[in-house]
């Protein structure tokens, strides 16, 4: 259904929504509140202690606006009860045109600084009397452009009303599991109440989308015990030969992981394995033991990685340790030679490994014998893509990594077409990276940190999570930074690197950066999956809050990876709470896993298994903090309806028309 279709919705504010990626009114019902206000609990701001955030109802007396301030801002005064106080809003100029005199309520955290009196940061505002009707909660939306709060709240009543959802989970299991009707479940989360309304319709709702997601999973790992077809006669102690040719020592964990391996592919069933384990863990080395059994066994391997530079990488190391075996590399710089040449020889056999990127899943290459396939970084590949890869060769055995941890719970709910294995230990020799939390007043020291680390030919990272600045102005963009520390960093050659610059333009970029044509470069998370840059000792990193805890580890992974002591640096664009709480997790701990484990706690498991994690799926669901009770009564769903008698494609084809990315795997 249309948003055009809704009443009020013109098409002025159609491309407002569209800005939100809200096409359909379906779309809307799943535009959840980021937040709720209690219209009943009004505090004033001389009850409020430091940090506090609060509801409250004030008078504005006047609005100032300062744009050329090192940080721009609107400032507010404003009258409670005869008191004064302000409300300031840094770097989000649009507020001035929303804002005037008159009686409005604010949502905000309360800093009483310095003894400077009461103030208001970034409170988010409503005029008095256009909620003074509202009773209970109050649903608060993202917005983007010139939408309002009154008017999201209106189309999405209309959507929920128009577009009823209805339930994928069969009724009999509905009525056994005492699961409300769907379609209430988002009224609730629209129009709660009470608090209690918000948590059972979230709850209700996160069961419908997983129960969907686990359901097509369920279809996909159908084969998962087919019977091996493809013959490894490598012995353990010629295993070990090959282990010898790495220059260390293989850790405990390595060990492990090579043993499961070598036992996988020498079992009745085919591999469907998940290698997972933390930055700088030696995952790669492992995956290089399996193809070793696979080419010695007179078969073909593959391993593809998401960027060039990785697959490069990749390929040098290949043509290290398997000097007596035709390996080449595939990508989609290849010259269109090579690239022919590659082809024939992966057909006619000639070429026993390649690496590469997407561009090894094209449909006109094609092997001879392809019989283990590998995918290194798996969290940046689709579903689809690592089945297409699998399905070049007849009973290929899938060894597929990731530096994203993920515990084994979830791993084994979310990854349930995979055995898992997890190296959990580091290298004895690799030096854990040194993390601080940099304080504004600080920031002109650390850069002149960074100079001193590039005059003894030491590198750094700087990375924004942004390309470019957002409308309100309070996320750095890495162009923004980029032509900053130009002026700041005289002498020092700085690059840029960013998603929608050319892959060619990328690879050159990160080769000159290893090669130490640069001495600084600002990017975007493309580097969160690139080369090892020994003498980048140095991660910088903007809005760290804006980044989840496992992504920031897997950032912080990038140095640290030669001898020196490394070092990372995370700037914070706002000093709330929960912003300090996250944070204090990254600083004082190493262990990836521990990490994923915090992100899962403070986040909920809708954001930690969010779209970094699995593609679009669950994407619509991250701004709720779901329960993670939620995906163990959805398993529980699903076994039982694979189990009884009914209609399991069905399941799998409503799963499939809602996940995109699963849609050519469930289908087919």
């Given at each position: 259904?249309?948003?055009?279709?809704?009443?009020?919705?013109?098409?002025?504010?159609?491309?407002?929504?569209?800005?939100?990626?809200?096409?359909?009114?379906?779309?809307?019902?799943?535009?959840?509140?980021?937040?709720?206000?209690?219209?009943?609990?009004?505090?004033?701001?001389?009850?409020?202690?430091?940090?506090?955030?609060?509801?409250?109802?004030?008078?504005?007396?006047?609005?100032?606006?300062?744009?050329?301030?090192?940080?721009?801002?609107?400032?507010?005064?404003?009258?409670?009860?005869?008191?004064?106080?302000?409300?300031?809003?840094?770097?989000?100029?649009?507020?001035?045109?929303?804002?005037?005199?008159?009686?409005?309520?604010?949502?905000?955290?309360?800093?009483?600084?310095?003894?400077?009196?009461?103030?208001?940061?970034?409170?988010?505002?409503?005029?008095?009397?256009?909620?003074?009707?509202?009773?209970?909660?109050?649903?608060?939306?993202?917005?983007?452009?010139?939408?309002?709060?009154?008017?999201?709240?209106?189309?999405?009543?209309?959507?929920?009303?128009?577009?009823?959802?209805?339930?994928?989970?069969?009724?009999?299991?509905?009525?056994?599991?005492?699961?409300?009707?769907?379609?209430?479940?988002?009224?609730?989360?629209?129009?709660?109440?009470?608090?209690?309304?918000?948590e059972e319709g979230s709850f209700r709702i996160a069961v419908e989308e997983y129960f969907m997601l686990i359901s097509a999973f369920k279809v996909i790992k159908g084969g998962r015990d087919d019977a091996?077809?493809?013959?490894?006669?490598?012995?353990?102690?010629?295993?070990?030969?090959?282990?010898?040719?790495?220059?260390?020592?293989?850790?405990?964990?390595?060990?492990?992981?090579?043993?499961?391996?070598?036992?996988?592919?020498?079992?009745?069933?085919?591999?469907?394995?998940?290698?997972?384990?933390?930055?700088?863990?030696?995952?790669?080395?492992?995956?290089?033991?399996?193809?070793?059994?696979?080419?010695?066994?007179?078969?073909?391997?593959?391993?593809?990685?998401?960027?060039?530079?990785?697959?490069?990488?990749?390929?040098?190391?290949?043509?290290?340790?398997?000097?007596?075996?035709?390996?080449?590399?595939?990508?989609?710089?290849?010259?269109?030679?090579?690239?022919?040449?590659?082809?024939?020889?992966?057909?006619?056999?000639?070429?026993?490994?390649?690496?590469?990127?997407?561009?090894?899943?094209?449909?006109?290459?094609?092997?001879?014998?392809?019989?283990?396939?590998?995918?290194?970084?798996?969290?940046?590949?689709?579903?689809?893509?690592?089945?297409?890869?699998?399905?070049?060769?007849?009973?290929?055995?899938?060894?597929?990594?990731?530096?994203?941890?993920?515990?084994?719970?979830l791993s084994l709910i979310f990854y349930g077409d995979l055995d898992v294995t997890t190296i959990k230990d580091k290298p004895a020799s690799r030096k854990p990276v040194i993390t601080s939390v940099i304080?504004?007043?600080?920031?002109?020291?650390?850069?002149?940190?960074?100079?001193?680390?590039?005059?003894?030919?030491?590198?750094?990272?700087?990375?924004?999570?942004?390309?470019?600045?957002?409308?309100?102005?309070?996320?750095?963009?890495?162009?923004?930074?980029?032509?900053?520390?130009?002026?700041?960093?005289?002498?020092?050659?700085?690059?840029?690197?960013?998603?929608?610059?050319?892959?060619?333009?990328?690879?050159?970029?990160?080769?000159?950066?290893?090669?130490?044509?640069?001495?600084?470069?600002?990017?975007?998370?493309?580097?969160?999956?690139?080369?090892?840059?020994?003498?980048?000792?140095?991660?910088?990193?903007?809005?760290?809050?804006?980044?989840?805890?496992?992504?920031?580890?897997?950032?912080?992974?990038?140095?640290?990876?030669?001898?020196?002591?490394?070092?990372?640096?995370?700037?914070?664009?706002?000093?709330?709470?929960?912003?300090?709480?996250?944070?204090?997790?990254?600083?004082?701990?190493?262990?990836?896993?521990?990490?994923?484990?915090?992100?899962?706690?403070?986040?909920?498991?809708?954001?930690?298994?969010?779209?970094?994690?699995?593609?679009?799926?669950?994407?619509?669901?991250k701004n709720l903090k779901f329960p993670v009770g939620a995906v163990f009564t959805a398993k529980a769903l699903s076994d039982e309806a694979f189990s009884g008698a009914f209609d399991t494609r069905l399941?799998?084809?409503?799963?499939?028309?809602?996940?995109?990315?699963?849609?050519?795997?469930?289908?087919?």
């Amino acid at each position: 259904m249309k948003l055009s279709s809704l009443k009020y919705i013109s098409e002025k504010r159609e491309k407002q929504f569209n800005k939100l990626n809200i096409f359909t009114a379906e779309q809307l019902c799943r535009h959840f509140p980021r937040d709720y206000l209690d219209v009943t609990h009004v505090t004033p701001v001389t009850a409020a202690y430091h940090n506090d955030v609060i509801l409250t109802l004030c008078e504005v007396l006047n609005v100032e606006v300062n744009r050329y301030a090192r940080r721009p801002f609107v400032k507010a005064l404003c009258s409670q009860n005869g008191c004064l106080f302000t409300a300031i809003w840094f770097n989000q100029p649009y507020v001035a045109q929303k804002l005037g005199a008159g009686e409005y309520l604010f949502y905000g955290r309360v800093q009483n600084k310095y003894g400077l009196g009461c103030s208001m940061v970034n409170p988010t505002f409503e005029p008095a009397d256009k909620v003074r009707n509202l009773q209970g909660l109050i649903p608060v939306y993202p917005l983007s452009g010139e939408l309002t709060q009154g008017v999201v709240r209106a189309a999405v009543r209309q959507a929920v009303a128009a577009v009823p959802p209805h339930s994928a989970i069969p009724l009999p299991l509905c009525k056994k599991y005492s699961l409300i009707p769907l379609a209430r479940a988002y009224a609730m989360v629209h129009q709660p109440d009470t608090a209690k309304d918000v948590e059972e319709g979230s709850f209700r709702i996160a069961v419908e989308e997983y129960f969907m997601l686990i359901s097509a999973f369920k279809v996909i790992k159908g084969g998962r015990d087919d019977a091996r077809l493809n013959k490894y006669d490598v012995t353990y102690a010629r295993l070990n030969g090959f282990l010898s040719r790495f220059p260390f020592t293989f850790t405990a964990g390595q060990k492990a992981a090579v043993d499961e391996i070598y036992s996988n592919l020498r079992s009745p069933h085919k591999m469907n394995r998940l290698l997972q384990g933390d930055v700088g863990s030696g995952k790669t080395a492992v995956a290089l033991a399996a193809i070793y059994m696979a080419v010695e066994s007179g078969y073909q391997a593959a391993m593809t990685a998401p960027t060039e530079v990785l697959a490069e990488q990749n390929a040098a190391l290949i043509k290290k340790y398997f000097p007596d075996y035709a390996s080449a590399s595939l990508t989609g710089s290849t010259p269109a030679a090579e690239k022919r040449a590659v082809k024939r020889g992966l057909a006619d056999g000639s070429v026993k490994i390649v690496c590469g990127t997407h561009a090894v899943l094209q449909p006109d290459v094609t092997f001879k014998n392809l019989a283990l396939a590998v995918c290194d970084e798996q969290h940046r590949f689709g579903v689809a893509q690592r089945s297409s890869l699998a399905e070049k060769g007849e009973g290929c055995d899938v060894l597929i990594m990731s530096a994203t941890p993920i515990p084994r719970t979830l791993s084994l709910i979310f990854y349930g077409d995979l055995d898992v294995t997890t190296i959990k230990d580091k290298p004895a020799s690799r030096k854990p990276v040194i993390t601080s939390v940099i304080p504004e007043r600080k920031i002109e020291d650390m850069y002149a940190y960074v100079v001193r680390r590039a005059r003894e030919g030491e590198q750094t990272y700087f990375v924004c999570p942004r390309i470019e600045g957002d409308e309100e102005g309070t996320a750095m963009s890495v162009t923004e930074l980029y032509e900053e520390l130009c002026g700041k960093l005289r002498g020092l050659k700085i690059a840029l690197l960013h998603g929608k610059m050319k892959d060619a333009e990328k690879n050159e970029v990160m080769n000159d950066f290893k090669q130490k044509k640069y001495d600084c470069l600002v990017s975007t998370t493309v580097i969160e999956v690139g080369v090892d840059v020994p003498d980048a000792t140095t991660m910088i990193i903007y809005n760290a809050e804006r980044f989840g805890l496992s992504q920031l580890h897997q950032l912080r992974g990038r140095v640290g990876r030669g001898e020196k002591q490394s070092y990372c640096f995370l700037l914070p664009g706002t000093d709330g709470e929960e912003a300090r709480q996250r944070l204090a997790v990254i600083k004082n701990n190493t262990d990836g896993f521990a990490i994923a484990e915090e992100d899962l706690k403070m986040r909920g498991g809708g954001d930690f298994m969010g779209t970094r994690q699995s593609g679009r799926i669950l994407s619509e669901i991250k701004n709720l903090k779901f329960p993670v009770g939620a995906v163990f009564t959805a398993k529980a769903l699903s076994d039982e309806a694979f189990s009884g008698a009914f209609d399991t494609r069905l399941l799998a084809r409503l799963a499939a028309e809602k996940y995109e990315s699963l849609k050519d795997v469930v289908l087919n």
